[in-house]
């Protein structure tokens, strides 16, 4: 089962992706927040993450914040974006790229850590 649902019309209230995008991105938080309250964590731009990539890195991570492996040349992007169909936007959808590209389908959000 899908995080919202096995529905499209669950996920178009919290999720921008190519159903309901209109090929664009769109302001956050114009659809509906998850459980927690955030917004747009599924869809509009896929997000930067700080991790570093590795496609076998999850056999030998520790199990709490892993933050990749030790050969840093890709970055993580997580959510998938508005050219994404629903398959795309999962929260096990987890892609990469060099860290510094750009374009209009990746994104960041700013967090501020606990400790």
């Known amino acids: 089962e899908r995080y919202y649902g096995d529905t499209e019309e669950l996920l178009a209230e919290y999720a921008w992706y190519t159903q309901n995008s209109a090929n664009k991105t769109h302001p956050v938080g114009s ?3 998850n459980d927690f ?3 747009d964590m599924l869809g509009n731009v896929w997000e930067w993450c700080l991790d570093w990539y590795d496609k076998e890195y ?3 991570s520790p199990e709490l914040d892993p933050e990749g492996p030790e050969a840093k040349q890709m970055k993580v992007l997580r ?5 994404n169909n629903i ?3 999962q929260v096990t959808q987890r892609a990469r790229n060099l ?10 959000r ?3 850590p606990l400790h």
């Open 87 to 89: 398959d795309g936007v």
């Open 37 to 39: 309250g955030l917004f």
């Open 79 to 83: 959510g998938g974006s508005w050219i």
């Open 58 to 60: 999850y056999r030998i």
């Open 99 to 108: 860290p510094e590209t750009q374009n209009n389908i990746y994104g960041f």
């Open 110 to 112: 700013t967090v501020l």
């Open 31 to 33: 659809l509906k927040p």
